[in-house]
């Protein structure tokens, strides 16, 4: 069922947000748009049964708990949305058609069809907008302390299988059309004979007004969007052995000088030719 949440939390629910704090010196920023399935109290289930929120449609089951990992190993800040995708998608610009769901993986979402003007504003107003100024916040903190440009990961989970299509990948990689995080990071991640690692796979990376395109590809940061199987970290001993595996390669990355340039290479969504310098 899905989590049942204490009067406490139930009060957190007007916060879009949840930040980790971290050692800001290290210009390493760790993004979980999907984190988690909450539905604020007044929106009950969106009608839905309690069962669809046990789905990946609700949330990246496993991510919360691996990025929560990482912020204690690394001593960095991680930036967590406290709501569901369901409620609307803080990975999508606000132009997207597929920012509030009316279907998602075969299940219709009652509460988000048919929605009113009025209600999609409201929900831009009290999360979507909220979570992206919270992750603006926090990396124009980690650069200011740093004097660095802020190196970006964003954490998410895809499901092993679409369809009848049983996916290979252990993980994968999306990005753009800035490869300075990217390469070094399969390559690290290859470096493990056992991981099948996609390359914009299971997803394509290029996607206009999404998290990393407002955040990073926009801006001139080094970024990276991995993506981890859910029945890899659908339980403790998987959280930990990717926690454990990612530790060392997260340090390894931040420590390349080149992660830490602004640099603008433009965005395949908008068909611009890279790289710009800055």
Not at 122 to 141: G, V
Not at 229 to 241: C, F, K, N, P, Y
Not at 243 to 255: G, S, Y
Request: aromatic content about 6%; proline content about 8%.
């Amino acid at each position: 069922m899905r989590r049942k949440l204490s009067p406490e939390q139930i009060g957190a629910m007007t916060q879009a947000f949840e930040v980790l704090p971290g050692d800001s010196r290290k210009a390493l920023v760790l993004l979980a748009d999907h984190a988690m399935n909450r539905v604020p109290e007044p929106y009950g289930n969106l009608g839905l049964p309690d069962s669809a929120f046990l789905r990946h449609i609700a949330y990246d089951i496993g991510v919360e708990q691996v990025v929560r990992g990482l912020a204690k190993r690394l001593d960095v800040p991680v930036v967590m949305s406290t709501f569901s995708r369901l409620l609307i998608d803080p990975n999508r610009g606000e132009d997207d058609p597929t920012l509030i769901m009316k279907l998602s993986d075969g299940a219709i979402i009652p509460a988000n069809h048919p929605l009113s003007d009025e209600e999609r504003n409201r929900r831009l107003e009290m999360w979507h907008r909220p979570y992206h100024r919270a992750i603006e916040r926090t990396i124009d903190e980690v650069e200011a302390m740093s004097g660095r440009t802020a190196l970006v990961i964003s954490v998410h989970s895809f499901t092993p299988y679409w369809k009848q299509f049983a996916r290979p990948w252990h993980a994968g990689i999306l990005w753009d059309s800035d490869p300075r995080a990217v390469t070094p990071f399969i390559e690290l991640l290859e470096a493990d004979p056992d991981l099948v690692v996609g390359d914009n796979e299971p997803y394509e990376g290029a996607l206009k007004n999404d998290c990393m395109y407002r955040h990073c590809t926009q801006k001139g940061r080094a970024h990276a969007l991995l993506e981890i199987r859910q029945d890899l970290i659908g339980d403790e001993t998987g959280v930990a052995s990717w926690v454990d595996r990612l530790t060392p390669i997260l340090e390894t990355l931040t420590a390349q000088p080149d992660l830490h340039q602004t640099r603008l290479y433009g965005s395949q969504a908008d068909r611009l030719e890279p790289p710009l310098p800055m």
